[in-house]
């Protein structure tokens, strides 16, 4: 990850409209990340409010997670475990899951001058819905919004067709 | 194991310039069991909980401006009664408005009447549209698309961003001229949702087409009534007002993100959709101390023993998140002596088997209608005898499973059509969390 630009650091810290600026993540989004255990809470109340420069950094991360579909509590574990100066000296580097990620959100996190990864080696994988017992879906990841929408009408089928058949009781282990 | 824990809270700053997202007071998540089998896919149930911030009426406090179109059917089947009701029930509704508030009315059969442009709610203007509205008569067939629409386009051109904006649907037919199909209506009102305007429906008598109706009320995010008889129409018509006014948290929706390999089926009567990681329960607009219990049917992955995996759920208001923690209901892979001997949540099975008849009761009276009796009844009994298999000395479970039993005696017969649509609403409402009147559901009726 690249280091933030200097000039955008404030070493007595931002307000949340700075931080709102800079990380492209709203108030409510912050307050909820903080409910949640996320981030900090700033030092100062009310207008006096200020959050540490590692916060933008550190939003960024969390939204770059989230997109990967990570819950809160994984990326809570993950960053918890990453301190503000490395995020800040972009020490740290997230391991996606090529599933999720496409590249444009993958190179989110990264400043402008930084190497982004090539989207042409985006790794795939195979994901498997088990639709009934001994028929599975196997669905090479990523696709395309289109197949995508292809493949989540098959499952509603699937669904629709399992409750007609009655088999919903089933499977009760 | 579903340790249903709330991530921990810091203390929240203060600066109070953002409070839009507090709508809801709480959310909470719970599981029937702890446990999935290591070796085979699990089933696995999970209740959510939400509640929506209480603010009661206090009188001569402000509330928010509303706009609200009437798009009333006047097609032949309304006389005996009914349309003098639904201008009974109007003139009521429109006496209730305040000056900041804005209306329009339109009348349909095969053609569209569209009294007024949308204006403000003064004294002159409400009294002016009650005494034209004595003019219009029955006659001609339903143009229900027509008239809805031109409702909706009607508040569209005068739309104001604060006020809740809502078109209040009211027929005793079924669309006969225009787009008339479920498919056709459903996402017509969702789209006029995600341009702010919300749709609510009351179908009068055994004449209507409730799967119509119930669906664009549900993607149109707003109410879906069933009036026995146009004398109903009153009471229903000032219950929906009030429920517009009450409203405190617009487009409020459940996201659930699950852990990989988990599968998330919504049992309940919610429209959701899957967006590539979350599943999104679309609940609506959310009145004063709201109570919504949303029903999810998980199916586990398979892995070692001990793995864990689960969903995380959160509550967005307006696409942003409601300030409210996440919940995380997480479940742990075990042997299959371990599985089999967990104790089950009484709560959850409860509302599960609730949900579960509700589905089957609509599903019987579609069939029952269309004279397939027999398939009516087998889908009852068949949901009676799944319930029976955990029941134990559950009373309340005892007693679901004697009345599915009962409905599925009634249903191996032709019912009456009045029937089928108490049948298929009152199981529609509580699908949905609704109270038997179509009301929501608010915690203090609990008490």
Same mark, same amino acid.
């Given at each position: 990850m690249g280091q933030l630009p200097t000039s955008q650091i404030d070493p007595e810290g931002l307000t949340l409209e700075e931080l709102k600026d800079q990380s492209g993540v709203t108030p409510r989004t912050i307050r909820y990340y903080m409910l949640n255990g996320l981030l900090a809470g700033p030092t100062g109340a009310g207008s006096a409010a200020r959050y540490p420069p590692g916060h933008v950094p550190r939003l960024r991360a969390i939204r770059l997670l989230q997109d990967d579909g990570r819950q809160l509590a994984a990326i809570r574990a993950e960053l918890d475990a990453v301190s503000d100066d490395d995020l800040l000296a972009g020490r740290w580097r997230p391991n996606l899951s090529s599933a999720r990620a496409s590249p444009g959100v993958q190179g989110r996190l990264f400043a402008d001058s930084s190497p982004r990864p090539d989207p042409t080696t985006t790794r795939t994988q195979w994901e498997h819905f088990v639709l009934e017992d001994g028929v599975e879906l196997h669905v090479r990841r990523p696709l395309s919004t289109s197949a995508n929408r292809r493949v989540q009408e098959l499952l509603r089928f699937a669904d629709k067709l399992r409750n007609f058949m009655g088999v919903t009781d089933a499977e009760e282990k | 194991m579903p340790s249903n824990t709330k991530i921990q809270a810091p203390t929240l700053p203060t600066d109070g310039r953002d409070n839009d997202g507090e709508g809801i007071a709480t959310l909470d998540a719970r599981a029937d069991r702890r446990y999935g089998r290591a070796t085979h896919r699990s089933r696995r149930h999970v209740l959510v909980r939400v509640v929506a911030r209480n603010e009661p009426a206090v009188p001569g406090k402000e509330r928010g401006p509303v706009q609200i179109g009437f798009a009333v059917d006047r097609s032949g089947s309304m006389g005996g009664g009914k349309l003098d009701m639904a201008k009974r029930a109007m003139a009521e509704a429109l006496q209730q408005l305040l000056i900041k508030d804005s209306f329009t009315v339109v009348w349909f059969e095969s053609q569209v009447l569209r009294m007024? *442009?949308?204006?403000? *709610?003064t004294a002159a203007a409400v009294n002016a549209t009650i005494a034209a509205c004595q003019a219009i008569d029955t006659g001609g067939s339903t143009a229900l698309f027509g008239g809805w629409v031109t409702a909706a386009e009607t508040i569209a051109a005068a739309r104001e961003p604060d006020a809740l904006a809502r078109v209040l649907l009211i027929t005793d037919g079924d669309a006969n001229q225009g787009p008339s199909e479920v498919a056709q209506l459903g996402p017509a009102a969702r789209e006029l949702r995600e341009k702010g305007i919300s749709t609510s429906c009351i179908g009068i008598g055994e004449g209507y087409n409730e799967a119509l109706l119930t669906a664009m009320a549900r993607e149109g995010g707003g109410n879906d009534y069933f009036a026995a008889a146009g004398a109903d129409l009153p009471g229903i018509v000032a219950r929906e007002l009030g429920e517009v006014k009450a409203v405190v948290a617009r487009g409020a929706v459940l996201q659930i993100r699950p852990s990989q390999g988990v599968k998330v089926q919504v049992l309940s009567g919610f429209r959701n959709v899957w967006t590539g990681t979350d599943v999104h329960v679309d609940l609506g607009d959310l009145v004063s101390d709201q109570e919504l219990t949303v029903a999810l049917r998980l199916t586990l992955p398979t892995g070692a023993v001990g793995d864990k995996c689960g969903i995380e759920c959160s509550a967005l208001i307006g696409a942003e998140p409601a300030l409210v923690p996440a919940q995380l209901v997480e479940f742990t892979l075990a042997d299959g002596a371990t599985n089999d001997s967990q104790p089950r949540d009484q709560q959850v099975d409860r509302e599960m088997a609730r949900q579960y008849a509700a589905r089957a009761r609509m599903a019987a009276v579609d069939m029952n209608r269309r004279r397939r009796y027999a398939a009516a009844a087998h889908e009852l009994k068949q949901t009676a005898e799944h319930i029976a298999k955990y029941m134990g000395n559950d009373p309340e479970l005892r007693a679901l499973v004697a009345e599915l039993t009962q409905d599925a005696e009634r249903m191996a017969l032709e019912q009456d059509e009045l029937l089928r649509k108490q049948m298929y609403t009152n199981s529609s409402y509580g699908s949905r969390s609704k109270n038997l009147d179509g009301s929501s559901r608010r915690t203090t009726d609990r008490s």
């Open positions: - | 007024e *442009a949308c204006q403000r *709610a």
